[in-house]
């Protein structure tokens, strides 16, 4: 996976990095505990269907092994920094084909996803 992120941010970027690695292996453990603190309490993830999850739903269809593109391969990300406490993550996933954003808080000094949304790819 390619990550690119401002300079500035090396140690910002490492944590959402982290998290990203925290995320899949909560994922593949089906770890609701874990998945709760990774996201923020009033998340919201919108599917490119335009369908609107919240954090809880998102939860259990992240346990359930339900295929969600969270546990799929990223191929890239790109991570812009706006102040300290808040980025956006751009990812491109090949094998699915949608580009997948993420708005990332620092929230009592540790960053979680507060939002995201799956866009599918054009066709070439």
Do not use: C
């Not at 690695?21 to 998340?43: G, W």
């Not at 993550?89 to 929230?107: A, C, D, H, P």
Request: hydrophobic share 35%; charged share 30%; proline share 1%.
């Amino acid at each position: 996976m390619n990550v690119q992120a401002q300079t500035k941010n090396d140690k910002s970027a490492a944590e959402i990095k982290a998290l990203r690695q925290k995320l899949i292996t909560a994922i593949k453990e089906r770890n609701p505990k874990t998945l709760e603190t990774l996201y923020a309490d009033d998340f919201t993830h919108t599917h490119a269907s335009g369908q609107v999850d919240d954090k809880q739903t998102r939860i259990a269809a992240l346990v359930s092994g339900e295929m969600t593109i969270e546990s799929a391969e990223v191929d890239e990300i790109n991570i812009r920094f706006y102040g300290k406490t808040t980025a956006v993550g751009q990812s491109r996933i090949e094998t699915t084909k949608y580009r997948w954003t993420l708005v990332y808080v620092k929230l009592k000094n540790r960053w979680q996803i507060a939002a995201s949304q799956a866009t599918r790819l054009a066709e070439k």
